[in-house]
């Protein structure tokens, strides 16, 4: 059972920064997806950037060249660096893992495996 905790949300004001990383218990193989999703107050949770072994991206539109999805498997940690942060983008972020086949998805019901979850609040 791959287990997820994230880390590094926080309050920023709007054009401001922030990293956030999952770190996840075991080491994963090429058949595994990491995804990054938000959930903000009133809304459904919606997928933001995902990444599969092999490097290949991608992106909510509303994210696009704002936010980049990254992993470093030798240290078993998704991050997400969010750049230009608008308050539209306060929610709580999660991160999630699925074991499949084929093209990645940001389809949450793909997902098996969800971190708890970290509140990034912008403000503007």
């Known amino acids: 059972q791959l287990q997820l905790m994230e880390s590094g949300g926080g309050s920023v004001q709007a054009g401001g920064s922030l990293r956030l990383s999952c770190a996840y218990s075991?080491?994963?193989?090429?058949?595994?997806?990491m995804g990054w999703f938000r959930q903000a107050p009133g809304k459904e949770r919606e997928g933001v950037a995902g990444?599969?072994?092999?490097?290949?991206?991608a992106y909510a539109d509303s994210v696009k060249g704002r936010f980049t999805v990254s992993q470093d498997n030798a240290k078993n940690t998704l991050y997400l660096q969010m750049n230009s942060l608008k308050p539209e983008d306060t929610g709580v972020y999660y991160c999630?893992?699925?074991?499949?086949?084929?093209?990645?998805?940001?389809?949450?019901?793909?997902?098996?495996?969800w971190g708890q979850g970290t509140q990034v609040t912008v403000s503007s």
């Open positions: 999630a893992a699925y074991y499949g086949f084929g093209r990645m998805t940001l389809e949450s019901y793909r997902y098996k495996f």
């Open positions: 990444i599969d072994y092999d490097a290949w991206t």
């Open positions: 075991d080491h994963i193989n090429s058949n595994y997806y």
